[in-house]
């Protein structure tokens, strides 16, 4: 049978992946991947096309009908669509060509930011060595009053201000003395250092690496994650045999995380502490397009599916199709065409990022410490009249 002059191809654009404009002149204009890798196969075969919209790639419903591009291929609306993901419900209703490509599922997730919070300058210690800190003070201070036969209030201010390394006078030597100004130096110096690494490369919250801890941060509300409409990954989730997999498409379906790739068009960047599930490809382009250094994508896989093109049932000529997508894949031209829309991309969008280390100090970097200044003084206020009455009652 002769080959089509005008096939019907189905496509969802996508930014960078398949887009569609016009020109001056009113015409209509394909870019991207997808785009680039349907002009070859126009080429070589020498057919025209018309181009079909759709929102989604296609779930099934339960009369066995399906949405998207698999709708309407199932009902004969288009001829073809391109790099289709393999499933065998969507082998149900349309035929495949060989595969061409085999697609990981994974997830980008927004880079943890350091984290800075209200009382930061009491990190470099953790809480039991501030305690033993503290009960030091007050033994050692208890023990000194009676050597020096001062009051244990006079004392304790004098050991803090060693800790502060301000110079004391008019106190007996003693080997307690001299241990206490060892230790006192040796946390003076170890508080700063660790001090100083915290505000010179400020700690940053947990990584996430992998679904499993995706998942976990979900549960707890620290982390939305989104995934794309109609995709057969969600399938796969809901039907996975992994707990955190269920789990996690469970708390996507109650919070209604879902995107059209219209959507995605318009994502200027994705959110803080956000994460999308979806093919690596795309999700390579997408964190060019927003910044790459903002974002990481995982290495853990959920699933690795192989795509081909989605033909409807009966068309005549998939064996064509089959040998020019050999060549095609023998002189790996995908491929190619892939990298140069990355270079493209991240040249596109090349930005010169700020280091968050390299910001102004802003009011919540310090208001922890400033709510423990006037505490300091409050007390130090406190105790300013005690010793003002205690001096006056024994003058009388």
């Given at each position: 049978m002769e080959f089509p002059s005008v096939l019907k191809v189905a496509v969802v654009p996508i930014k960078y992946v398949f887009e569609i404009n016009r020109n001056a002149n009113g015409e209509t204009e394909i870019s991207g991947l997808e785009a680039s890798f349907l002009k070859i196969l126009s080429s070589f075969l020498g057919f025209k096309y018309d181009i079909i919209i759709s929102n989604e790639y296609g779930i099934p419903f339960e009369n066995g009908t399906w949405t998207g591009i698999m709708g309407v291929l199932q009902k004969g609306e288009a001829d073809i669509s391109l790099s289709i993901s393999l499933s065998e419900g969507r082998a149900n209703v349309a035929q495949f060509s060989k595969t061409y490509g085999k697609e990981d599922a994974t997830f980008a997730i927004s880079k943890p930011e350091t984290s800075i919070d209200d009382f930061w300058f009491i990190h470099p210690l953790d809480s039991i060595t501030w305690g033993l800190i503290f009960v030091s003070l007050v033994a050692t201070s208890a023990a000194?009053?009676?050597?020096?036969?001062?009051?244990?209030?006079?004392?304790?201010?004098?050991?803090?201000?060693?800790?502060?390394?301000?110079?004391?006078?008019?106190?007996?030597?003693?080997?307690?003395?001299?241990?206490?100004?060892?230790?006192?130096?040796?946390?003076?110096?170890?508080?700063?250092?660790?001090?100083?690494?915290?505000?010179?490369?400020?700690?940053?919250q947990k990584d996430i690496r992998n679904f499993e801890e995706l998942s976990e941060?979900?549960?707890?509300?620290?982390?939305?994650?989104?995934?794309?409409?109609?995709?057969?990954?969600?399938?796969?989730?809901?039907?996975?045999?992994?707990?955190?997999?269920?789990?996690?498409?469970?708390?996507?379906?109650?919070?209604?995380?879902?995107?059209?790739?219209?959507?995605?068009?318009?994502?200027?960047?994705?959110?803080?502490?956000?994460?999308?599930?979806?093919?690596?490809?795309?999700?390579?382009?997408?964190?060019?397009?927003?910044?790459?250094?903002?974002?990481?994508?995982?290495?853990?896989?959920?699933?690795?599916?192989?795509?081909?093109?989605?033909?409807?049932?009966?068309?005549?000529?998939?064996?064509?199709?089959?040998?020019?997508?050999?060549?095609?894949?023998?002189f790996a031209i995908r491929k190619i065409i892939y990298d140069k829309m990355l270079l493209a991309v991240g040249e596109a969008h090349e930005t010169s990022s700020e280091d968050s280390n390299h910001r102004p100090i802003k009011f919540e970097n310090i208001k922890g410490l400033m709510t423990g200044g006037l505490i300091s003084y409050l007390i130090a206020f406190i105790l300013l009249c005690a010793e003002v009455i205690h001096f006056k009652r024994n003058q009388n």
């Open positions: 000194l009053s009676l050597i020096n036969k001062r009051s244990s209030i006079q004392m304790l201010s004098i050991l803090l201000s060693t800790l502060l390394k301000q110079p004391f006078t008019n106190l007996k030597p003693s080997t307690l003395l001299a241990l206490w100004l060892l230790v006192s130096t040796i946390l003076a110096f170890g508080y700063s250092a660790v001090l100083l690494s915290n505000l010179t490369l400020p700690p940053k941060a979900v549960q707890l509300g620290n982390y939305q994650c989104y995934t794309v409409r109609g995709s057969v990954m969600v399938n796969l989730m809901r039907t996975s045999k992994q707990r955190h997999i269920r789990l996690l498409i469970d708390a996507i379906d109650k919070n209604d995380w879902f995107v059209d790739n219209n959507e995605l068009l318009h994502w200027e960047k994705m959110a803080k502490n956000t994460a999308l599930i979806y093919h690596r490809s795309a999700l390579e382009m997408f964190t060019k397009r927003w910044g790459s250094e903002g974002y990481k994508i995982s290495a853990d896989v959920f699933v690795s599916m192989e795509y081909a093109m989605a033909l409807r049932k009966g068309f005549c000529c998939t064996d064509k199709f089959d040998k020019i997508l050999s060549r095609i894949e023998a």
